[in-house]
């Protein structure tokens, strides 16, 4: 049976390391008999030039009607002035919300051929295997917000129902692996904290009382992620904090430019996408390091498409890719390592793909 799923490659490197997943989810799929039809519409700073609106009707059409869809980027310097509604990244907050998008899980995972690649220690390195689930349509982002010349405001507030549904995608995650679901707020400052903490007691000690559940301070998780990630099974936060440790988490594995995500809700669409931006610096250079790009595919193919074999297909090419020393401008060179394009580097993983047995 096709699946179909709707590429945005928005803007920046957005459509550079776009094109080199949609290759290798293509080819993933196609080693299981599985035709994908691509389909292609504009978000973000694209769209703004397009049609003047960062989220058109067309494009949430187009997403709302496939099985599944991809990300590149959005954002950069020439839509920094525009009004904030139209701003590219609005665009994107609109379809997440549209969409019901209400978890994103971003792996963070340590490959040890890039030990070299993180500021940590590689003795801190080993084993570090994290998801961090982000709660993806509510708090800070979505709340009021004003401004005057002299005086601005944004309001964070949850309910708990949507506290309960993040949590209960953490505690289903955990159960499939470590079981242990690390809850991280700031309950000793804000309300929507205590009440997210109050919440996330409740629903693992009623119903996932197998699954160890701690509690961190977001300042002190901060800092523990650095010293002891190794010992982090499942993560989940609020939306703000889950955008800020998400970046910091990052750089355990390396590089921005590796980790994927998937943004899911209450039914099999998902949005999948880098957790990189725009990168407007070396947009069109071909130097982007199109891995979480590609690696989002597999999410992909896990979460919405219910192809995991072709999923675990795409992460042992990109994890083939870098044992034989390829690697992206990113991630730094040293002897016995050859640092490709995004092109080149869709090419070795597409090969890989290509010759898997
Ligand atoms: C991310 C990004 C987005 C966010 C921006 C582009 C709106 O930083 O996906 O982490 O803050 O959610
Ligand atoms: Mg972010």
């Given at each position: 049976?096709?699946?179909?799923?709707?590429?945005?490659?928005?803007?920046?490197?957005?459509?550079?390391?776009?094109?080199?997943?949609?290759?290798?989810?293509?080819?993933?799929?196609?080693?299981?008999?599985?035709?994908?039809?691509?389909?292609?519409?504009?978000?973000?700073?694209?769209?703004?030039?397009?049609?003047?609106?960062?989220?058109?009707?067309?494009?949430?059409?187009?997403?709302?009607?496939?099985?599944?869809?991809?990300?590149?980027?959005?954002?950069?310097?020439?839509?920094?002035?525009?009004?904030?509604?139209?701003?590219?990244?609005?665009?994107?907050?609109?379809?997440?919300?549209?969409?019901?998008?209400?978890?994103?899980?971003?792996?963070?995972?340590?490959?040890?051929?890039?030990?070299?690649?993180?500021?940590?220690?590689?003795?801190?390195?080993?084993?570090?295997?994290?998801?961090?689930?982000?709660e993806?349509t509510g708090g800070?982002?979505f709340?009021?917000?004003?401004?005057?010349?002299?005086?601005?405001?944004?309001?964070?507030?949850y309910?708990?129902?949507e506290?309960?549904?993040?949590?209960?995608?953490?505690?289903?995650?955990?159960?499939?692996?470590?079981?242990?679901?690390?809850?991280?707020?700031?309950?000793?400052?804000?309300?929507?904290?205590?009440?997210?903490?109050?919440?996330?007691?409740?629903?693992?000690?009623?119903?996932?009382?197998?699954?160890?559940?701690?509690?961190?301070?977001?300042?002190?998780?901060?800092?523990?992620?650095?010293?002891?990630?190794?010992?982090?099974?499942?993560?989940?936060?609020?939306n703000?904090?889950?955008?800020?440790?998400?970046?910091?988490?990052?750089?355990?594995?390396?590089?921005?430019?590796?980790?994927?995500?998937?943004?899911?809700?209450?039914?099999?669409?998902?949005?999948?996408?880098?957790?990189?931006?725009?990168?407007?610096?070396?947009?069109?250079?071909?130097?982007?390091?199109?891995?979480?790009?590609?690696?989002?595919?597999?999410?992909?193919?896990?979460?919405?498409?219910?192809?995991?074999?072709?999923?675990?297909?795409?992460?042992?090419?990109?994890?083939?890719?870098?044992?034989?020393?390829?690697?992206?401008?990113?991630?730094?060179?040293?002897?016995?390592?050859?640092?490709?394009?995004?092109?080149?580097?869709?090419?070795?993983?597409?090969?890989?793909?290509?010759?898997?047995?």
């Amino acid at each position: 049976m096709n699946r179909s799923v709707t590429i945005l490659p928005g803007d920046g490197i957005g459509p550079e390391v776009a094109a080199q997943a949609a290759r290798a989810l293509s080819a993933a799929a196609g080693r299981f008999n599985v035709e994908i039809d691509l389909s292609s519409a504009l978000i973000g700073g694209a769209a703004i030039d397009a049609e003047n609106a960062p989220l058109p009707e067309r494009t949430l059409a187009l997403c709302e009607k496939a099985d599944a869809i991809f990300l590149g980027a959005v954002g950069g310097p020439q839509w920094a002035n525009v009004p904030v509604d139209l701003r590219p990244e609005q665009g994107l907050l609109d379809l997440r919300r549209a969409l019901g998008l209400f978890a994103n899980l971003r792996p963070a995972v340590t490959y040890p051929e890039l030990a070299e690649a993180s500021p940590l220690r590689p003795e801190k390195l080993s084993g570090v295997d994290i998801i961090i689930v982000r709660e993806l349509t509510g708090g800070i982002y979505f709340g009021k917000r004003g401004r005057t010349p002299t005086a601005a405001f944004d309001t964070c507030e949850y309910t708990v129902t949507e506290i309960e549904r993040v949590c209960r995608v953490a505690g289903r995650l955990a159960q499939s692996r470590r079981g242990k679901v690390t809850s991280v707020d700031k309950a000793n400052v804000l309300d929507t904290s205590r009440l997210w903490r109050e919440t996330a007691t409740r629903v693992f000690a009623d119903e996932f009382p197998e699954i160890e559940l701690e509690h961190l301070y977001v300042d002190a998780a901060a800092m523990h992620l650095l010293a002891r990630p190794a010992d982090f099974d499942i993560m989940v936060m609020d939306n703000m904090f889950g955008d800020i440790l998400t970046d910091e988490a990052s750089m355990l594995a390396g590089s921005l430019g590796l980790l994927p995500s998937a943004s899911i809700g209450e039914n099999t669409l998902g949005l999948y996408e880098p957790i990189h931006g725009s990168a407007p610096d070396i947009a069109g250079e071909d130097k982007a390091n199109p891995i979480g790009a590609i690696l989002s595919m597999a999410m992909m193919l896990r979460y919405s498409l219910e192809l995991a074999e072709a999923a675990d297909l795409i992460d042992t090419a990109v994890h083939a890719c870098l044992k034989s020393g390829l690697r992206t401008a990113d991630l730094g060179a040293d002897a016995g390592t050859r640092v490709l394009g995004t092109t080149a580097f869709g090419d070795a993983v597409l090969a890989e793909i290509d010759s898997a047995t």
